[in-house]
T-cell receptor, first 112, second 115 residues
Framework: LAKTTQPISMDSYEGQEVNITCSHNNIATNDYITWYQQFPSQGPRFIIQGYKTKVTNEVASLFIPADRKSSTLSLPRVSLSDTAVYYCLVGDWGGSASKIIFGSGTRLSIRP | DAGVTQSPTHLIKTRGQQVTLRCSPKSGHDTVSWYQQALGQGPQFIFQYYEEEERQRGNFPDRFSGHQFPNYSSELNVNALLLGDSALYLC?????WGPGANVLTFGAGSRLTVL
């Protein structure tokens, strides 16, 4: 099971682009990289998932280098409402192949 | 289309009591996982159910048990409650196979307080 390492906390300001990097040196060939966002007293919410290169959706982009040993979640033009904890997960859970393990996440604080 | 629903939202129990938490998965999902989240910590994996069987289990004692019903809904039971069981209990649903297996949809959680 690939272990992930993320910064404990980050601060930024409204309107800025925020990049959160996750290290996963032991990622396996079949593993996907998935990011979740969690607000206080709520369940985590899926943000984006990728396998390699770049993935973009309406809320974020995910950059994955060729060796896949790290990934970067990019949040464009953040607002106060982006203040939350962000989790990076790595694994392949098809067919209940493995446990879905959350780390401690990155606590992102956005200031006016 | 309803997402994952959990009940109750809040409950208070005393040490030694038993509690049952309920979860209805997102429509179309067949796999349910349960997590325990203490204040300031990431969610801790308890177990996962698919086809009414426990498929994976985290590092939790046998006091924690579960069940999945034919309609894919699930229950989490905790016996002999301890003060340390106080936490937010999260239910997540997903598909068992394909890319959707890696995307969890979470409920809002059940906040359990043990006194």
């Amino acid at each position: 099971l690939a272990k992930t390492t993320q910064p404990i906390s980050m601060d930024s300001y409204e309107g800025q682009e925020v990049n959160i990097t996750c290290s996963h040196n032991n990622i396996a060939t079949n593993d996907y990289i998935t990011w979740y966002q969690q607000f206080p007293s709520q369940g985590p919410r899926f943000i984006i998932q990728g396998y390699k290169t770049k993935v973009t959706n309406e809320v974020a982009s995910l950059f994955i280098p060729a060796d896949r040993k790290s990934s970067t979640l990019s949040l464009p033009r953040v607002s106060l409402s982006d203040t939350a904890v962000y989790y990076c997960l790595v694994g392949d859970w098809g067919g209940s192949a493995s446990k879905i393990i959350f780390g401690s996440g990155t606590r992102l604080s956005i200031r006016p | 289309d309803a997402g994952v629903t959990q009940s109750p939202t809040h409950l208070i129990k005393t040490r030694g009591q038993q509690v049952t938490l309920r979860c209805s998965p997102k429509s179309g999902h067949d796999t349910v996982s349960w997590y325990q989240q203490a204040l300031g910590q990431g969610p801790q994996f308890i177990f996962q159910y698919y086809e009414e069987e426990e498929r994976q289990r985290g590092n939790f004692p046998d006091r924690f048990s579960g069940h999945q019903f034919p309609n894919y809904s699930s229950e989490l039971n905790v016996n002999a409650l301890l003060l340390g069981d106080s936490a937010l209990y999260l239910c997540a649903s997903s598909l068992a196979w394909g890319p959707g297996a890696n995307v969890l949809t979470f409920g809002a959680g059940s906040r359990l307080t043990v006194l």
